[in-house]
């Protein structure tokens, strides 16, 4: 196969994509169920950015996740495993059989994401701040391969308390790695307290540029705006890495859960589950409707 000598980015399908979204969301609550607790929270936030991702910027093949061409995904933040299972769960890499044996013994969906377990799950993630620095090695390896494959990493807002992920930052940019696009996850909420609260991030977008990269921000729950920011992040050839910096909603589509103080770790009843797809669908039809209004 003969290399693209530029990416050509297809049109994106919206409605397409908000019922790819939608079912990521539903997948993840239903493995939530499955244990009864997990970081549900994060996977029903982030699911707009997965969606955007492997359905309209990634190159990959369902049936053969090792394909020498393929993009590459890393989860830096190996506690939203929940999230990435989800995805690939709709992108055919993993049967939706797996999800009713999520965080068993001997599963392939550990409830930490771990590579030797997962089909397209590249890397074990978990120990926050070596994601980035994995993906700079990974997208330096590529360049000297003459390889188009791109590198997307996503990580979150509390790992830029981390100084290896900075010093990744600045790794990427010296090389000039405009293969490697990195995600920020910001829904302003770590374990102990609000990320902000912990050590404020802000201005998050300049000190990504201030250390050499393109850096985009945008609504991480406005799938036209993640398509948009995917498209230039794809479409720059500079010689710079790319940020794309996502404010996210945790809990998003499910008023029960957006409404919770604290939705780090979630806890939820064995009644609440069918109250939370319930919610779910209404607000998928809610949403698919009014769009449907306004194009009409």
């Not at 549900?40 to 093949?61: E, S, T």
């Not at 044996?101 to 599963?107: L, V, W």
């Not at 994601?131 to 791109?150: E, F, N, P, T, Y």
């Not at 540029?209 to 920011?229: Q, S």
Request: proline share 3%.
């Amino acid at each position: 196969m003969q290399p693209a000598t530029h990416r050509v980015i297809a049109p994106a399908d919206i409605p397409a994509l908000r019922r790819r979204a939608y079912r990521i969301r539903r997948h993840a609550l239903l493995m939530g169920e499955v244990q009864g607790q997990g970081y549900v929270g994060q996977a029903l936030g982030i699911a707009d950015v997965l969606a955007v991702a492997y359905f309209h910027a990634m190159n990959l093949r369902a049936d053969d996740p090792e394909w020498e061409e393929r993009d590459r995904f890393l989860l830096s933040i190996g506690h939203y495993a929940i999230a990435l299972y989800a995805a690939l769960i709709e992108a055919g890499v993993i049967s939706e059989s797996e999800i009713e044996n999520y965080g068993s013994d001997d599963s392939m969906l550990p409830m930490s994401g771990m590579a030797a377990y997962t089909p397209g799950m590249e890397i074990t993630g978990g120990s926050l701040g070596h994601g980035l620095g994995i993906g700079v090695g990974m997208a330096l390896g590529l360049k000297r391969k003459q390889s188009h494959s791109r590198i997307f990493n996503l990580l979150s807002d509390g790992e830029l308390n981390e100084g290896s992920t900075w010093e990744a930052a600045a790794s990427a940019a010296h090389w000039k790695l405009d293969n490697l696009v990195a995600i920020v996850d910001v829904n302003d909420q770590q374990a102990d307290d609000k990320s902000s609260s912990v050590l404020d991030y802000e201005p998050i977008a300049d000190k990504w540029r201030a250390f050499g990269w393109t850096a985009l921000r945008v609504n991480g729950n406005d799938i036209a705006a993640l398509v948009e920011a995917f498209d230039s992040a794809l479409e720059s050839a500079d010689g710079k890495p790319c940020v794309i910096i996502c404010d996210t909603l945790m809990g998003r589509g499910v008023p029960l859960l957006e409404d919770r103080d604290k939705t780090h770790f979630i806890r939820v009843d064995e009644d609440e589950w069918r109250i939370a797809l319930k919610q779910l669908d209404d607000t998928y039809a809610h949403s698919s409707h009014a769009a449907g209004s306004e194009h009409s």
